[in-house]
């Protein structure tokens, strides 16, 4: 191995290991990409726990316009919805809805701090081109917790944030 190919294997290692450890201190959103007014499967990977404890909890805030949400079950956790009335009844895939998810919690759990998992529903987005749809996530651990809730303002981008919602962004519509 030549001294250029070796420092240029070091580079791409480097930078490798740069975007892995970003990555790792935040709640990911699986898909980002998203078609207006379709089904949407959001699925949030939580990459460790808290101050090198397990993860206990998950809850994950719906964003308003998300008509429809179906929580993945999770075998050994406990699964909650908290349901919010909405101001002006809307018709969804055939059903007159009146109120809608809130927030979706997933409890009792017990996932180790070096461990990875994703928590996952199958939500109906809004029919609005171009928005960006943030899953305000809580992570509660043994010791302490992660609140992925911070929304980008002020020409600051996600990964700028300390602790930044997973989000979806809705594709633009497409062009006749």
Known sequence: MTFRTLIGASAISAGLFGLMATASGHALMMNKD???GAWHFVEI????????TP???IKIKVPEGVALVRPQVKPGWKLSMTMRKIDKPILAEGV?????ADEVTWSGGN???LEFDRFAMLVKLPNDPGKTLYFKTIQQCEKGEHR???IPEGGKKWGEYKEPAPFVQIS???KP
Not at 45 to 52: L, Q, S, T, Y
Not at 96 to 100: K, L
């Open 45 to 52: 990977g939580i990459p460790h726990g808290c101050v090198g």
């Open 55 to 57: 993860t206990t909890a």
């Open 96 to 100: 007159t809805i009146t109120d809608m």
């Open 148 to 150: 992925w809730i911070e």
């Open 34 to 36: 998203a078609k207006p």
């Open 111 to 113: 996932l180790a701090d």
């Open 172 to 174: 633009e519509a497409a």
